[in-house]
């Protein structure tokens, strides 16, 4: 069956870096694009950024565009995210997505790992 596990989350001041990581399984990764999401508290979702299956096209947030970089390795059957210059603002919930059809549909998701970002 599909899963998509992620990691990488934790508590870190203003300004610093995370790397989130997602690990797929029970699917051609390689064939599917991948997004992003995250849930801050008490809002809903929004999306983060996309990546196409091969990798070389990606899409971001104004919000995030700048500090954070989504990346594949389908070698490896992991998507990530490097996040630089995190801001309180970023603090959420991230999951990782499978893209189907259109931009914006998913049918699988991850179960989230949680960014805090706080002095």
């Known amino acids: 069956q599909v899963q998509l596990v992620e990691s990488g989350g934790g508590l870190v001041q203003p300004g610093g870096s995370l790397r989130l990581s997602c690990a797929a399984s029970?699917?051609?990764?390689?064939?599917?694009?991948m997004s992003w999401v995250r849930q801050a508290p008490g809002k809903g979702l929004e999306w983060v950024s996309d990546?196409?299956?091969?990798?070389?096209?990606?899409y971001y947030a104004d919000s995030v565009k700048g500090r954070f970089t989504i990346s594949r390795d389908n070698a490896k059957n992991t998507l990530y995210m490097q996040m630089n210059s995190l801001k309180p603002e970023d603090t959420a919930v991230y999951y990782c997505?499978?893209?189907?059809?259109?931009?914006?549909?998913?049918?699988?998701w991850g179960q989230g790992t949680q960014v805090t970002v706080s002095s």
């Open positions: 990546i196409n299956s091969g990798g070389g096209s990606t």
């Open positions: 997505a499978k893209v189907i059809g259109l931009a914006g549909q998913y049918d699988y």
């Open positions: 029970g699917f051609t990764f390689s064939s599917y694009g």
